[in-house]
């Protein structure tokens, strides 16, 4: 499933136009997404469709095509023992890899994401970076999830952060583009706001919160914030841009809280793997055992669940 | 700029399933008496009325009409045991009382919030999250200034009053009795509380937590009853002190009864706030204000924000971003946790709002109500807006009381000012910048004694509350709300 | 029916409190707490400088996080501890007992420092609205000055107190948002070791609070001249200890604070002014305009 990337024209934003954001205000709304009970079969379609969200990943130096092979074969086979499981949406691994991952998912229809402009960090030059999703879309990344210049931005080098995310998604043809703002790294919410309108501006197909390799990582705060950039940018331009938390989102009651905040804030229209998507590598277990305590009515253990 | 016609569709798809709170572990009697001096007993007439679950009409308890004997009794039991046991007790054992009375309702808390919600229909997580650990902290930070009341009055001595009689209303039953008994006891009165007769209960459970905590007899009574029981502890020779929280007209008929009389009296009446928003607002978070502001509670908050000014240059996103957030609410059983807005009150508050609605679209304005569904008893509004009215229309002068928002343009900060000001009523105010200095400035100029900026309707046992003008006069909570309880010696 | 036999109790170890855990000295060193008869009954930890340089940095870690809890959560927790104390009072009385004290002297300590708790405690959400103030200078700003904690406070306990002058003096500057290190009485150490018990149960964060057994000759000069304490309190001592704490304390502008032949016992010896010698006053301007 290779969804063509909408082509859109590019033009720098007037930053100075960003709506402000009140920290103590967005805590407030999002305590009220916490306090939703999803319950019975609210909560049953809900862990179902948070599988379906999944980006599994490993980004670790220490990967290895075995370890690619195994993630994969976890992607295909969440949990046999229950019937009318969705599949993940996505792997997601370093561009070396995914040669490996194309041919281990040979057959299925699940996406192969690849990170790419010297992630996590960025610090590498223009051409590096573009090699770099070339090579990775070669080799069959039907995804690129990059990472923006986060000193650039810091330093208010705007246009510069602007022309590498045009020149990567030009580099992508037909892939798809999640631009990592690394969240944790941008301080203040108002930056997180800003820098969502630069990425989406600049081509963006999904928006994306972290790397996953610092503190914080997702959060449900900066996560509102996305969502709300991205409900002014579809007013304003009529284009759907995605939405990916990612990293520490490790248990399924706090994905789905997510969701309840997805729902809330952009609608039915965002609610598939096509628009919103999880970073991450143990919640499909914790997703799983939820599914299971609710058809068994008992709670369960994480030695009945596979770990790849 | 045109808002293109690109919308966000909220209903389809994924919905929330039921998920009641569970009720097996409270307790309700069929039936309550009056609390006076340590018991409860039996009204001298024998008349007891209903009270109803406002999400169902259903009943759930009886209780007791006072009659002006059982007043009489009340207040003599409060001044018995001011004179006696509590004014000889040390201060700070009487703050241990009060200590006590928090940490019990701290242990049962999750009952009083089950019980709150059943008789006043607000919603579960109102109730559980907001109304019941406020009441707690109420008398936790008025337990402590007991025995520190030579520090609160420079230069004075502070005395007790003697006996308090007490009037509360429905929309926040348990806090507003908490509000009351709190810093009167504290300041070493006795009092005579009676709650609305609408909403009875958790001030009779409270009445049961006052007990176990082995306050001495008579220094807490409550009387329940309608308006005639209020009148009669407001008018008792025998109280001292008389504090009030309800609409503005009876305050008015309050205060002309005490006319000539030497009694204390405070009172908290009705609103009808301005919340601004300026163009350089952080416009979600300010758009979660005006939801928070008047839809919460049902819009039964006498310090809701119910006129939106909006600058004209923001006012069509804030206006759409409002309607698509309207959309997301969810009206419905109050037991239910993820209800946002509960059952009115009471038919007569329903009916009263619902003329509001025809008055409204009568003088012109354009009504807009989010298309949620609703329970098919008990009594229900879905929140509502106006647009297209202005300073000469009802429903942006009166206070309706209910989730209904009249939104106005404004172009200049002037403009707002006067807009805001424009009333007859003070109780609070919303100003929306991310401009510091112009928060300072709009302070400085709304005539109203609680303002919330970037933020509203946010309520804190240290933060002093109260009105200008028509919507009251003296302040609860805080330092300064001690002033109310006391008389002040050179 | 056979004799029965005498059951031979648990003696208790006394260690220190770092922390929110219960260290022995490094030091390896002790010193044995005997009574009027010259019994020992307990060997006490003779800390040492290294111990009081780990109890700053847990103090130092914990302050931050302490301070930014709220006023009314500091309250919850102090009152809490007397919750605790409470529960423990017949501990405390025998402690006091065995280390010299009548019965009724000792329950009446018991008493009034779990009073002395929930006074201060009522005092935490308080204290800010007095000493507090909106200062109505000549420009166009908004301008006032509210009260912060001064840091981390090293604090010498009366000597002659086995409890409540230990209480009183921690509560009072806990409740501010202060952490502290306090060295107990050398004359009657046990209860301050127990409350640090009582402490760990009461949901005080590690580190707020750290106690410390010892010698006051041997410590005195590492409480007042340690350059990551910002305040020094004292209680009892003579002129000559005074003089080098003030000295000492000079080095990095340390707020000395000295509470000299104070009866702990009385009501009066508990203020609001006693939390104020531990805060500092920040004021703030910003303009009033549109």
Known sequence: MSLTAVKTPNRMPDLGRVAAVDEVGVDERVARFQSRSIKKASKVEALKMVLGMIDLTTL??????????????????????????PHVAAVCVYPTMVGIAKEALQGHDINIASVATAFPSGMSSREVKLDETRMA??????????????????????????????????????????????????????????????????????????????????????????????????????????????????????????????????????????WFRFGASSLANDALMQLMKQSTGVYQSADYFSKD | MAIPENKLAFDGGWNYAPAPESTDHIVVKKRYGLFINGDFRAPEKGRYFDTLNPANEEK???????????????????????????????????????????????????????????????????????????????????????????YAFPGRKAKALGVAGQVIPWNFP?????????????????????????????????????ADAGLPDGVVNIVTGAGDTGAAIVTHPGVDKVAFTGSTNVGRIIQKALAGTNKKYTLELGGKAANIIFADAAIDQAVEGIVNGIFFNQGHVCCAGSRLLVQESVADEVIEKLKDRMETLIVGDPLDKNTDIGAINSRMQLEKIESYLKIG????????????????????????????????????????????????????????????????????GGVWTDKGSKIFKMTQGIRAGVIWANTFNKFDPTSPFGGYKESGMGREGGLHGLGAYVKLEA | MAAAEKRLPVAKTYKIFIGGKFPRTESGRYFALEDHKGAVIANMCRSSRKDFRNSVVAARQAQSGWA??????????????????????????????????????????????????????????????????VNPVNSSHFNFSVLEPTGVVSMIAPNDSGLI???????????????????????????????????????????????????????????????????????????????????????????????????????????????????????????IGT
């Open chain 1, 137 to 274: 879309v070669a080799a069959g990344a039907t995804e690129i999830d990059m990472v923006i210049s986060r000193g650039a931005f810091l330093a208010g080098q705007y246009a510069h952060v602007f022309d590498e995310i045009v020149a990567v998604k030009e580099a992508c043809g037909d892939a798809r583009l999640k631009v990592i703002l690394e969240t944790g790294e941008l301080g203040t919410l108002d930056r997180v706001r800003s820098a969502s309108v630069l990425a989406m501006h600049a081509g963006a197909d999904f928006i994306k919160t972290s790397t996953g390799k610092i503190q914080p990582a997702a959060t449900m705060q900066v996560t509102l914030v996305m969502l709300q950039a991205i409900k002014d940018y579809y007013r304003e331009t009529g284009r759907m841009v995605g939405m990916k938390p990612a990293g520490g989102i490790s248990n399924a009651k706090l994905a789905v809280h997510y969701l309840v905040m997805l729902r809330e804030t952009l609608g039915a229209a965002w609610m598939t793997p096509e």
């Open chain 2, 174 to 210: 348990l806090l507003m009795a908490s509000w009351k008994i709190a810093p009167a006891l504290a300041c070493g009165n006795t009092v005579v509380l009676k709650p609305a007769e609408t909403t009875p209960l958790t001030a009779l459970k409270l009445a049961e937590v006052i």
């Open chain 2, 60 to 150: 759930l308890s009886r209780v007791a009409m006072a009659s002006q004997t059982d007043v009489d009794k009340a207040v003599k039991a409060a001044r018995k045991a001011y004179t006696g046991p509590w004014s000889r007790m040390k201060a700070k054992e009487r703050g241990k009382y009060i200590f006590r009375i928090a940490r019990m309702i701290q242990e049962r808390a999750r009952e009083f919030a089950v019980i709150e919600s059943l008789d006043g229909g607000k919603p579960i997580r109102e109730s559980r999250d907001v109304d019941v650990p406020l009441a707690a902290a109420h008398f936790f930070y008025y337990a402590g200034w007991a025995d520190k009341l030579e």
């Open chain 3, 68 to 133: 930014a809890a709220s006023a009314y959560l500091r309250g919850q927790i102090i009152y809490r501890i007397a919750e605790i104390l409470e529960g423990r009072k017949a501990q405390f009385v025998e402690e006091l007992m065995l280390q010299g004290n009548a019965l009724r002297a000792a329950e009446r300590e018991v008493e009034e420092s779990i009073d002395r708790l929930i006074y201060y405690a009522g005092w935490a959400d308080k204290y800010q609205q007095l000493f507090s103030a």
């Open chain 2, 361 to 428: 679209q009568s003088e012109g304005g354009e009504m807009h109500q989010s298309s949620c569904s609703l329970p098919k008893s008990g009594y229900w509004c879905r929140p509502t807006i106006f647009t297209g009215v202005s300073q000469s229309s009802r429903v942006v002068q009166e206070e309706i009381f209910g989730p209904v928002l009249a939104i106005q343009t404004f172009r200049t900060y002037d403009e707002a000012l006067t807009k805001a000001n424009n009333t007859p009523y003070g109780l609070s």
């Open chain 1, 60 to 85: 670790e130096g220490q990967d290895t095509p075995g370890k690619v092979r195994q993630l994969c074969q976890k992607a295909i086979h969440l949990h046999d023992a229950m019937p009318g499981l």
């Open chain 3, 165 to 287: 002058g230990l209480v009183s003096n921690i509560a009072s500057v806990i409740v501010g948002g202060n952490t502290c290190i306090v060295l107990a009485s050398e004359e009657q150490p046990l209860c301050a070791v127990s409350f640090a018990e009582v402490l760990q149960a009461s949901d005080v964060p590690s580190g707020v609070v750290n106690i410390l057994t010892g010698f006051r000759s041997e410590l005195t000069e590492q409480f007042a001249s340690h350059m990551d304490v910002n305040a020094v309190v004292y209680c009892d001592g003579g002129k000559k200890a005074a003089r080098t704490i003030q000295t000492l304390a000079a080095d990095n502008i340390k707020r000395v604070i000295s509470r000299q032949r104070v009866n702990w016992m009385l009501s009066k010896s508990a203020s609001p002014y006693e939390i104020r010698d531990t805060q500092e006053v920040k004021t703030t301007w910003h303009p």
